[in-house]
């Protein structure tokens, strides 16, 4: 009694609850030798270095075949089912390769009859003889007795090589909406999916790092494989072949189970590469040959480039319409000469638009110093009046500005020269930490009478208005003896006199842009702006900005009139300072506090500052509390940019008829 109860139980779990028995289930990411699980056949072997399982090599006629060793076997009570998921790849042994290889499902492992020819090891004319097979092809020759679509197909065999259903090698691309072609014998891995359910097969293909396709290739709804097998026990494995035209056929992974939701995923990532046969076969001496073709295309193309660098050392460029200007044009010859190449030893810094050199004419009549500015440019488009606004500004005369003296044009370079200013520029003298000797206050006094003469003359004088748009200590050049010279003509335009001269450009320099700059543009006024923050740096030498700094000192601007509130406007003078009147002192801040005004209504203009600071001209009443006196820009700017106060802000309108001129600028690096 109890015998037969141990029965009776085991066969419920048996029969009743499938989920107990054993589901066949494998993954190979990769092959080793001697693995048990794998029966190899004929010419199949796996390469031991490569642990890729090769089906057959570059030899005519062979067959070979792989077969996992167990049998899968459907108890009457499962349903018959599969999936699997295998990445081979099938090499060209020479320019006319072939044949395929196939997945198939077999009720037998002996394929007696199976001819090594366009077969792929499991048929024969006549289909196949002694075993029962369901196979799924990838075919890489044409064979029109069977009914082949083409040289790169993929087919479902049905116990024979005429497929009951094939198509194009393809996968469809669920990102691009479409199908894309694939040559399956390119030598690439190629992922293969096969899913079996019911009397449902489906074939999917896709490159290897993707992901299957949401829609297969193939699809056959009248696939029985109990039918086709004859039973519920059947083997699984491939089998590939080769006639009079050969390939390698490998294998780099295959996963299997008996359903699809418990199949493993193949780890793409631990693949072996794919062999390379071809490479093995290349002799000694064509890879001489190569190396020997390869550097001597490098030793041409060395002396190709030697040729052209030398062609090209002096190449410029020249259009008719500067033929008015050939006076002002110089050679770029001499420029590159004057400049010893534009050696690192002749480099003096970087201006607003480009690296800055020094340059000698040793064979003038006395050794001429000119400073050489390299600018770059994308386009000739507006090249014209930009060159022609260059050479207007060399008709500016004036004895505290640098002399621009011509200029020279290149492919994507325009090249400025002007007059060498051997001091360099005022900001060194006031800020960086050298060893450059303190400017004392009245060679101060004098440089900011300079400064203010050259400004009134561009705004007034000028046979056009000029607005120079960055007024800044940087910007200051220093000759000989230490006479000031305004610099640095990049920020500046050119307006016809009587035409508005306003701009919906907003460019500067933090701590030196007016507060209308965002809404109006730029105007003389701004120029006014920029340069009652220039009297202030210079006098107190200081930033407009300094982030490190308390709050109460950290605006120029407001802690100058911090300290007039308070009945002392001459502690914001530099400490350095030791001899000063302490007249001119309180003049020149309220002179730079009154054109720094918030309202530009209320600036004066560059005539009535040269007046008041030669005394022509008496200063009107104001106070610290006057309106617009003392007050900060209402211009935002972030906190990374108050660490930067030398950093220029740039909105040209691209509908703004004026061009933008540029000098030079140098020795400060900003």
């Known amino acids: 009694m109890v015998r037969e109860l141990l029965l009776a139980i085991i066969w419920m779990i048996h029969y009743v609850c499938p989920s107990f028995q054993q589901d066949t289930t494998f993954v190979f990411n990769g092959f080793s030798q001697g693995d048990h699980h794998l029966h190899l056949d004929s010419s199949a072997m796996i390469l031991p270095k490569n642990h890729v399982l090769q089906l057959t090599n570059a030899t005519t006629t062979q067959i070979g075949r792989a077969f996992f060793e167990d049998l899968v076997e459907f108890k009457p009570s499962e349903p018959v089912s599969f999936s699997t998921h295998f990445v081979c790849a099938l090499v060209p042994a020479s320019e006319i390769s072939g044949h395929g290889i196939a997945f198939f499902v077999s009720h037998s492992t002996d394929f007696i009859g199976a001819e090594p020819t366009r077969f792929l090891g499991l048929f024969n004319a006549n289909g196949s003889d002694s075993t029962r097979v369901l ?13 082949d679509i083409s040289g790169n197909h993929v087919g479902i065999d049905v116990n024979s090589a005429k497929s009951v259903v094939s198509a194009n090698a393809s996968y469809y691309s669920d990102k691009e909406g479409r199908k894309i072609d694939i040559n399956l014998l390119s030598g690439d ?3 293969v999916w096969v899913d079996y359910e019911g009397t449902t097969l489906n074939v999917s293909l896709a490159p290897l790092r993707n992901h299957k396709p949401s829609r297969p290739l193939l699809s056959s709804t009248s696939i029985n494989l109990t039918e086709i097998v004859q039973g519920r026990r059947v083997f699984v494995g491939f089998s590939g072949s080769t006639g009079s035209i050969m390939s390698y056929q490998y294998i780099l992974g295959w996963s299997f189970s008996k359903s ?3 199949l493993q995923q193949i780890d793409v990532t631990k693949l072996p590469k794919v062999p390379n046969p071809r490479n093995k076969k290349k002799s000694p001496s064509r890879l001489l040959d190569a190396l020997l073709g390869f550097i001597a295309f490098l030793l041409l193309g060395l002396l190709v480039k030697a ?3 030398r062609r090209n050392l002096y190449a410029e460029v020249r259009e008719e319409w500067e ?3 050939g006076p002002l044009r110089f050679s770029y010859k001499s420029l590159y000469k004057a400049t010893k190449g534009f050696s690192k030893n002749e480099f003096l810094g970087k201006g607003g638009f480009g690296e800055v050199y020094k340059g000698t004419f040793p064979r003038s009549k006395e050794a001429r110093e000119v400073a050489v500015k390299k600018v770059s440019h994308d386009g000739e488009e507006g090249m014209k009046q930009f060159v022609a606004e260059i050479v207007s500004m060399r008709s500016s005369k004036h004895r ?9 044009r290149r492919k994507h370079e325009l090249l400025l ?12 003298y006031l800020f960086d930490n050298n060893d450059r000797p303190t400017l004392p206050w009245w060679r101060r006094l004098a440089i900011i009478k300079d400064i203010a003469s050259a400004l009134s003359y561009l705004h007034t004088e000028a046979d056009h208005v000029v607005i120079h748009r960055d007024i800044k200590a940087a910007n200051v050049m220093l000759d000989a003896e230490f006479n000031g010279r305004l610099g640095d003509f990049g920020m500046s335009r050119l307006y016809d006199r009587g035409a508005d001269p306003t701009t919906t450009a907003a460019v500067g320099t933090i701590g030196y842009m007016a507060p209308e700059l965002t809404t109006m543009g730029h105007s003389t006024g701004t120029d006014v702006y920029a340069f009652g923050v220039f009297l202030l740096e210079v006098t107190c030498g200081r930033r407009p900005v300094e982030p490190g700094l308390s709050a109460e000192k950290r605006f120029l601007v407001k802690w100058v009139c911090e300290c007039w509130r308070r009945f002392s406007l001459v502690d914001a003078i530099d400490t350095r300072l030791t001899e000063f009147s302490s007249e001119e002192v309180e003049k020149v801040l309220k002179v730079g506090l009154l054109c720094a005004n918030l309202a530009p209504d209320a600036r004066p203009s560059m005539e009535q500052v040269v007046q008041y600071l030669n005394g022509n001209l008496d200063l009107p009443e104001f106070w610290p509390s006057s309106p617009g006196i003392g007050v900060l820009t209402p211009t935002a700017f972030s906190p990374a940019q108050l660490m930067l106060p030398s950093l220029s802000l740039s909105s040209s309108s691209s509908n703004n008829s004026a061009f933008m001129t540029h000098s030079i600028n140098y020795g400060s690096g900003r």
Not at 400 to 408: E, M, R
């Open 135 to 147: 196979a799924v092809e990838l075919d890489t020759s044409i064979a029109p007795d069977v009914g």
């Open 189 to 191: 891995p190629i992922q």
């Open 260 to 262: 699809m939701a418990s």
């Open 307 to 309: 040729y052209m660098y």
């Open 323 to 325: 033929k008015e200007y």
């Open 400 to 408: 505290s500005l640098v002399p621009l003296l011509g200029y020279c």
């Open 417 to 428: 020269v002007s007059e060498y200013m051997p001091k360099g520029s005022l900001d060194q």
